[in-house]
């Protein structure tokens, strides 16, 4: 599944539509670009099988797989269109997606999450599936971005610090062990200067004070690009 953009307003999405992907009410494959029926699109994110974008007016619409309750909408029945995310109101500057979760960044620089959370990926401190928003804890306010991997989420704090939760069996969250985390923890050697970050499958990278790129966690096929397969934790 890929997601592309024609215009800042009207995304258009491609690929295998096997869980209702497309936002179309169709159910079988497409070979071209679908236009989903959105208007006044901001930014988009898509991650195995869901998506959710981010309105003009500043509110979040998914749709998709609900398994997890990943929609937002407070059930967990997959929707072949989009559905209002419960309780965001209009003031979202951001979205992101992960394998069964959803974050979302406000305008204020809170960061609140929503749906599978059986490795703390959603930040409340618990282990507790969400079918609606729920605050990330300790983020409340200056975060500057967010990025979703599989089951695990890292943020920008207003310093320039990174942080990361959720799960950590390959070193995802960068902080040297391979223990689960249900609230953010800072990643080691990036406290600051922050640029950038973003979440893969099981590995994260970051862009540092100064523009160099960090990468950690998982390394079998080198996506840490530090020359060697040798995972980093």
């Avoid at 990643?187 to 523009?211: D, E, K």
Wanted: aromatic share 4%; glycine share 18%.
């Amino acid at each position: 599944m890929s997601f592309g953009s024609i215009a800042k307003h009207s995304p258009f999405g491609s690929g295998l539509n096997l869980i209702v992907l497309l936002a179309l009410g169709l159910s079988t494959g497409e070979s071209a670009a679908q236009l989903v029926p959105l208007t006044e699109v901001e930014q988009l994110a898509t991650h195995d099988a869901h998506a959710c974008v981010v309105t003009a007016a500043g509110g979040v619409r998914c749709w998709g797989n609900n398994t997890h309750g990943e929609l937002g909408d407070g059930t967990t029945q997959s929707r072949r269109t989009a559905v209002d995310v419960v309780g965001l109101g209009n003031g979202v500057a951001a979205v992101s997606t992960g394998r069964g979760h959803s974050c979302a960044l406000t305008l204020a620089g809170a960061v609140l999450c929503w749906g599978r959370n059986n490795f703390g990926q959603l930040g409340d401190g618990s282990t507790s599936q969400r079918l609606t928003p729920v605050q990330v804890s300790g983020l409340t306010s200056g975060v500057q971005a967010i990025a979703l991997g599989d089951a695990h989420s890292c943020a920008i704090a207003g310093s320039g610090a990174a942080s990361c939760w959720g799960h950590n069996f390959l070193g995802q969250l960068g902080n040297g062990s391979s223990e689960d985390r249900s609230v953010p923890g800072l990643v080691f050697g990036l406290t600051s200067g922050v640029q950038a970050i973003s979440a893969g499958h099981a590995h994260s990278c970051a862009i540092a004070a100064g523009g160099g790129a960090r990468c950690w966690g998982y390394n079998l096929g080198g996506q840490l690009g530090d020359g060697t397969n040798v995972t980093r934790f």
